[in-house]
Nanobody
Framework: QVQLVESGGGLVQPGGSLRLSCAAS????????MGWFRQAPGEQRELVAT???????NYADSVKGRFTISRDNARNTVYLQMNSLRPEDTAVYYC??????????????WGQGTQVTVSS
């Protein structure tokens, strides 16, 4: 069984910063790409950032220059440093990874989400 536990969400004023963490645990055999997605009320879930096992990163245009994704492979943990936050960044943020666990085939695993609210 695989668990992804996110932390670090909360309420922040516009222009502020937050750092999200997501730790994966369980019978994980390998983790390839890891990423962060978000979903605002009434909207579809959208990609925020991804990072490959080798450290290559990809960002949504809306967060480039403000957000930074990183990972600690030894701890199976992915981070999202969010700076210069805007009200439109308000959403539930989900982490995920693509990899293998137990005897199953490779697939995407998701966390439960953490709320980020940007408001004055």
């Amino acid at each position: 069984q695989v668990q992804l536990v996110e932390s670090g969400g909360g309420l922040v004023q516009p222009g502020g910063s937050l750092r999200l963490s997501c730790a994966a645990s369980g019978s994980i055999f390998s983790i390839n790409a890891m990423g962060w997605f978000r979903q605002a009320p009434g909207e579809q879930r959208e990609l925020v950032a991804t990072i490959s096992s080798g450290g290559s990163t990809n960002y949504a245009d809306s967060v480039k220059g403000r957000f930074t994704i990183s990972r600690d492979n030894a701890r199976n943990t992915v981070y999202l440093q969010m700076n210069s936050l805007r009200p439109e960044d308000t959403a539930v943020y989900y982490c995920n990874f693509y990899g293998t666990a137990g005897w199953g085939p490779p697939k995407v695993y998701w966390g439960q989400g953490t709320q980020v609210t940007v408001s004055s």
